[in-house]
Nanobody, 123 residues
């Protein structure tokens, strides 16, 4: 079992930066892939980034070069550093984890989810 708690969302202007955090707890934390998904109103949930338990990172094309996913293993916390935010980045961001992820890009591959943290980008 893994429990996930996100934080760090907020209201920012286009071009600003924001760092999201996802604190993980549970007996499987050390061997899970962890990622970020987002969902804007009226749209489907979409993949943002993932960090496999071996350290492999993957990003959606829309955020590549602007977002960075990382993890502090001592704190069991996943981060998403978001730079040069755009209005289209506004969404509810959710942290997800999987002990046996078959496809990192699909939300259905993840067993554990946090409640989400809202990111609003507006001038």
């Amino acid at each position: 079992q893994v429990q996930l708690i996100e934080s760090g969302g907020g209201l920012v202007q286009p071009g600003d930066s924001l760092r999201l955090s996802c604190e993980a707890s549970g007996n499987a934390v050390s061997r899970v892939a962890m990622g970020w998904f987002r969902q804007a109103p009226g749209k489907e949930r979409e993949f943002v980034a993932v960090l496999s338990w071996l350290g492999l990172t993957m990003y959606a094309d829309s955020v590549k070069g602007r977002f960075t996913i990382s993890k502090d293993n001592v704190k069991s916390t996943l981060y998403l550093q978001m730079n040069d935010l755009k209005t289209e980045d506004a969404a509810m961001y959710s942290c997800a984890a999987s002990e046996a992820c078959t496809n990192y890009y699909y939300a259905s591959s993840y067993e554990y989810w946090g409640q989400g943290t809202q990111v609003t980008v507006s001038s």
